[in-house]
């Protein structure tokens, strides 16, 4: 599955972080935390912020799948943010039955 970048710079990171994690995994669940004020000073962090987060993913898409080939998926889906300033996600991946 091919990597599906921000159609759109409208909205916020963490709204793009969603809708594109939405688009490619059609998550049961999906929480996106904007983490960047704990990281201030820290290498990548911005003044204006948006560029550490923290994703729980919750999907079927990831049954059978090893943890590191869930979050190739999950960063595949989010290649277009970190080409225009995301520097680094927490990521937890989960299967429906993982997460229940």
Same mark, same amino acid.
């Given at each position: 599955? !091919?990597?599906t970048p921000p159609t759109s710079r409208s909205g916020?990171? =963490? %709204?793009?972080? %969603?809708?594109c994690l939405r688009e490619a995994l059609a998550p049961q669940r999906l929480e &996106?935390?904007?983490d960047s004020h704990l990281h201030a000073g820290h290498a990548g962090a911005r003044p204006e912020g948006e560029t550490h987060y923290r994703v729980l &993913? &919750?999907?079927e898409r990831f049954e059978g799948? !090893?943890?590191v080939d869930r979050q190739r998926l999950v960063n595949a889906a989010l290649s277009g943010e970190f080409d225009s300033g995301l520097h680094a996600l927490q990521i !937890?991946?989960?299967t429906p039955s %993982?997460? =229940?």
């Open positions: 599955m !091919s990597p916020n990171r =963490a %709204e793009r972080i %969603e809708r &996106v935390a904007d &993913v &919750v999907a799948l !090893s943890r !937890s991946a989960r %993982e997460a =229940a």
